[in-house]
C-alpha cells in the first residue's frame, strides 16, 4: 500500500519544482489523487553547491556541512517561506530533512500550530510533528539492534514512543543496558544518549513477551539473510493488522 510519494533530501528549490511539474502534468496529478496518494515534501537544507562542484571522495570529505543561512537563519524563516509554497503546489505532508532537525521541525509545527489546511491549500498536514500532546504514543519493537535499528529506535525513543530492540548479539545487549543508545546525528544535529522509552532484550528473552499484543509496530533491522526467521521472530509479538498492528 503507497501511502505517499515523496520529494527528500534534496533542495528546497528541486523540490518546489518537482511539485510544480506534477500540478501542471494534468493526467499524473489526477492518477495520484485517484489512488488516494499524497505528495511528501522534506528538503535539505544543507548548503550542497561547494559539494556538487568538489565531487566527492573519502579523502576530502568532512563531517560537518554548513547550513545554508538563508534558509536556516532567524529560526528557519527561510525554509518556512519554502513550506508554504510546498503546500501551494501539492504537497500534503511536509517536513526537513538534513539540516532541519528535531529544531527545524519544531518552529514549523509551532508556526502553523495545529491548523492543517490554513496556510495556501486545504487538505495539507503541516510539519508532521503535532503538540505533544496530540501525539499517540506506540509501543515499537526491533529486531535487529545494529547500525538501523539502534540510530532509528533511539530517535523513535526520544520521540517518547516506547521502543523494544531485541538483538542476538549478547555483548552489545549487556552494553546498551548499561550505557543506552549513543547517536551522532550525520548532520548539525546534537549528539546525544538514549535511555528512557528504551528496553533491549536478548532473543531469549522474547518468550516473556505476549503473542500478538506487545508491539503496535514491528520492525525487522537484520541482513537479508536473517530476514525469513527475524520477519517471523517478530510478527508473533505484534497485534493483529485488524486491531492496527504492522
Request: hydrophobic share 40%; net charge negative; glycine share 12%.
Amino acid at each position: 500500500l503507497l501511502d505517499c510519494l515523496g520529494f527528500n533530501c534534496t533542495e528546497p528549490e528541486v523540490i518546489l519544482e518537482c511539485l510544480k511539474a506534477i500540478e501542471v502534468s494534468g493526467s499524473l496529478q489526477e492518477e495520484l489523487q485517484g489512488a488516494g496518494i499524497r505528495l511528501a515534501a522534506y528538503a535539505n537544507l544543507h548548503d550542497r553547491r561547494e559539494v556538487h562542484a568538489k565531487g566527492f571522495s573519502i579523502e576530502s570529505s568532512t563531517r560537518k556541512v554548513a547550513l545554508r543561512s538563508d534558509l536556516a537563519e532567524d529560526s528557519f524563516t527561510g525554509y518556512l517561506h519554502f513550506v508554504k509554497q510546498f503546500v501551494a503546489h501539492g504537497a500534503d505532508v511536509v517536513g526537513g530533512c538534513c539540516g532541519c532537525g528535531p529544531a527545524g521541525i519544531k518552529k514549523m509545527a509551532e508556526t502553523f500550530g495545529d491548523q492543517a489546511g490554513t496556510v495556501e491549500r486545504s487538505g495539507a498536514t503541516i510539519g508532521l510533528v503535532k503538540p505533544a500532546a496530540a501525539v499517540a504514543r506506540m509501543r515499537l519493537g526491533f529486531i535487529g539492534g545494529g547500525a538501523c535499528g539502534m540510530y532509528l529506535g533511539a530517535f523513535l525513543a526520544r520521540a517518547g514512543h516506547k521502543v523494544t530492540i531485541i538483538d542476538g548479539w549478547p555483548e552489545n545487549v549487556e552494553k546498551i543496558k548499561k550505557d543506552g543508545i549513543h547517536v551522532e546525528p550525520p548532520s548539525c544535529d546534537s549528539p546525544f544518549t538514549q535511555r528512557e522509552n528504551v528496553r533491549v532484550l536478548h532473543i531469549h528473552d522474547t518468550q516473556c513477551l505476549k503473542d500478538g499484543a506487545e508491539f503496535d509496530i514491528g520492525f525487522v533491522a537484520v541482513k537479508a539473510f536473517d530476514t525469513k526467521w527475524a520477519t517471523a521472530l517478530i510478527d508473533r509479538y505484534v497485534k493483529p493488522s485488524s486491531e492496527g498492528g504492522f
